[in-house]
C-alpha cells in the first residue's frame, strides 16, 4: 500500500524558511519521480516541484524558482522541500505525490502559514 506522508510545516514569518519532508512507503521509492504541490485558500492544487528518480532533472514552478530546492534521498525513501524567502502568498497546504501505473498518490498535506 503506497503511503507518502508530509511533515515540517508550520507558522513562519516572510522571509524566513521551512523544511518539508515526505517520508513514503508501500512501493519501491527510488524507481520513480516525486513531486511536491500546494494548496492555498480558495485556490486550486499546483504542483511547485518535482524530482527525477535519479535526481538528474527537477523542475520548479516559476512562482518559486530560486527560491525553494526540491532533494530526495532515496536511502531514507523521503523527499524534501527546503523553502527559503518565504512569502505571504506560500501560504497553502502542501502535498507530496508520486505517479505510478496510471495512478496519483497523495500525501495528507501539511500546513505552511506565512504570516507576521
Known amino acids: 500500500q503506497v503511503q507518502l506522508v508530509e511533515s515540517g510545516g508550520g507558522l513562519v514569518q516572510p522571509g524566513g524558511s521551512l523544511r518539508l519532508s515526505c517520508a513514503a512507503s508501500?512501493?519501491?521509492?527510488?524507481?520513480?519521480?516525486l513531486a511536491w504541490a500546494r494548496q492555498g485558500p480558495g485556490k486550486a492544487r499546483v504542483m511547485v516541484a518535482a524530482?527525477?528518480?535519479?535526481?538528474?532533472?527537477?523542475y520548479y514552478a516559476n512562482s518559486v524558482k530560486g527560491r525553494f530546492t526540491i532533494s530526495r534521498d532515496n536511502a531514507k525513501n523521503t523527499v524534501y522541500l527546503d523553502m527559503d524567502s518565504l512569502k505571504l502568498d506560500d501560504t497553502a497546504v502542501y502535498y507530496c505525490?508520486?505517479?505510478?501505473?496510471?495512478?496519483?498518490?497523495w500525501g495528507q498535506g501539511t500546513q505552511v502559514t506565512v504570516s507576521s
Open positions: 505525490n508520486t505517479h505510478m501505473d496510471g495512478s496519483d498518490y
Open positions: 508501500g512501493f519501491a521509492f527510488s524507481q520513480y519521480g
Open positions: 524530482i527525477s528518480l535519479k535526481n538528474s532533472v527537477t
